[in-house]
């Protein structure tokens, strides 16, 4: 007699040739025809065929695998799939209580190529082949890229639910995304609602990218529409605005401005606009700034363009201290770090020898002082940003204190400002209101900030005014490397600069005593934080699993509101037909 080892079964089964019409498949619960094999001390019978399928399988609808289940009766389940009630066996995942027909999980899916009837994870009921509609009024749709079933394109569909799809559109379609509009993940579901969608705000039916979560809900056109980071594209998403920007060509004369750049758009360039909140880039702002870049102001790690103003907080730039006034910046949330995208095109160039690092100039500044003189430095200073070290340009090593400029005949000295010749009193300079002015540029100028002075014929000139020279000075590498030479020589040891290096040194020791303790509990936090990491991980790990349930608990509701929503119409056409 031939007996086999079955997955389903505890004992060995032995085969018989004709089958038995008084019992029934354990399995499939049909009545025994042909051959079968069983175990008669247990009463446990399958045909042939059942006893060929597989142990385990992997399916589009469920994440885990499913495993062949055999359930005692009367036990019974609700097919996942069809909404059916089954009973005998199921392809089950036990920790996610998800259950399968055995028909249902091993139809024909999209990637069965000639079949007639498929099974998609858009749609809980099986998708038929459509054949080609030669009358106008018998054409369909595809839900996902709205454009007719016809022609030489393949398409399924439900024509119970009027739910048609292209083959091509199920096969290119993801089941699951991350979009800029919601922090969750956003799942693909066969709404039995009207919805209004989160990107849009139109009316939407069936498809639709779903957080049932947060009840947010994305219509496919919205979800999958192009991002920035497509070419040619005549309407994109953009992170920074929840509606469509569709591209258009600039008007001359309009007033209207580009969120980025704050410049006016007009012709003859193009723009991508959102005309119903007069929201509006530049195409070159929409598209062509990188998502993200490494940058020598912040090496540590890379930064993501974003929208700003971020909400409740404040931000300035990094690198100038100006407010972050523009829509679109760079920012490392995890630095805090912020630049503005017109910052983040300058790049550190020019020496200053007792610092490490290249400076950076930088026009014009907000919240910055030069750490040699203490002033404030607005207009053009050399700035280390990754050490918060900044030099008014007139202070740096390699520039004279008299210098030659075009605009006065006689040579110019920095002075402080101001002068007594401009005050009524000496007591009065912190309280004048007076305004101060430059002989160069003839406009207001800071009476606090230096300048470069005449004595003969008191002729005052800005620093700004005298950049050029100022900068030339600096582009001469044999000058600034003689003067770097010269901070600390030999031939000094015993000069007047001796006893300020010495004052230096004592208060640099005071503070490397005093950063001590707080560099302690630096390393103490830095290990805490690890602890935290290696914890969020571990709790990430268990909430993936429930991610997935829950996921799929919301999936089920779906289908459950849309069964009971066909039951009512089901009943409320019995009640009224006659």
Known sequence: MDFIKHFLHRHPLSFIDKGNEELCCSRCLKYLSGPTYGCSRCNFF????????????????????????VLPLPLVYNCNLCIERGAGSSYRCEECNFDMHVECALKPTMKSEGEELIQHFTHWHPLQLVLEKKKEEDQVCCFICQKLCSGSATAYGCKQCEFFLHNSCMTSIPRKINHFFHPCPLILLTSPFIYTCGGCDERGSFLTFSCGRCCF?????????????????????????????????????????????????????????????????????????????????????????????????????????????SLLAYRCDKCEFTLDKDCAKLTPSFKYGPHPHLLTLIDKTDRISCDICRKKANNFCLRCVACRFSIHLHCHLSVPKTINHKCHIHPLTLTDSPFEFELNSPQDAHNMDDEFYCDVCEEKRDKFNQVFYCVTCKFIAETRCVFSVLLSFLTNSDEQSRMSSRII?????????????????????????????????????????????????????????????????EEDRFLYMYELKHKMKGKHSIEASP
């Open 489 to 553: 020589s030999t031939d000094e040891e015993n000069s007047e600069i001796d006893p300020v290096l010495a004052k230096l040194d004592e208060e640099i020791a005071k503070c490397r005593e005093k950063a001590k303790p707080f560099e302690l509990e630096i390393e103490s936090l830095k290990r805490l934080i690890q602890k935290l990491q290696a914890r969020l991980q571990e709790l990430e790990a268990k909430l993936e699993p429930i991610t997935w349930g829950l996921d799929k608990l």
């Open 217 to 325: 809900q994305l219509d496919v056109k919205c979800a999958l529409l192009p991002t920035v980071k497509s070419e040619d594209a005549k309407q994109i998403q953009h992170f920074s605005h929840q509606h469509p920007l569709a591209l258009c060509e600039s008007i001359n004369g309009s007033e209207v401005r580009c969120r980025a750049c704050e410049e006016i758009c007009s012709g003859p360039t193009y723009t991508f606009g959102c005309s119903r909140c007069s929201f509006f880039f530049h195409r070159s702002c929409a598209v062509e700034l990188p998502q993200q870049i490494h940058h020598p102001f912040h090496s540590k790690h890379p930064l993501t363009l974003s929208a700003f103003p971020l909400k409740n907080f404040q931000y300035y730039c990094a690198a100038c201290g100006f407010d972050v006034r």
């Open 46 to 69: 399958i045909h042939d065929h059942c006893a060929e399928l597989p142990p385990k399988i992997e399916h589009f609808l469920h994440p885990c695998p499913l495993v062949l289940k």
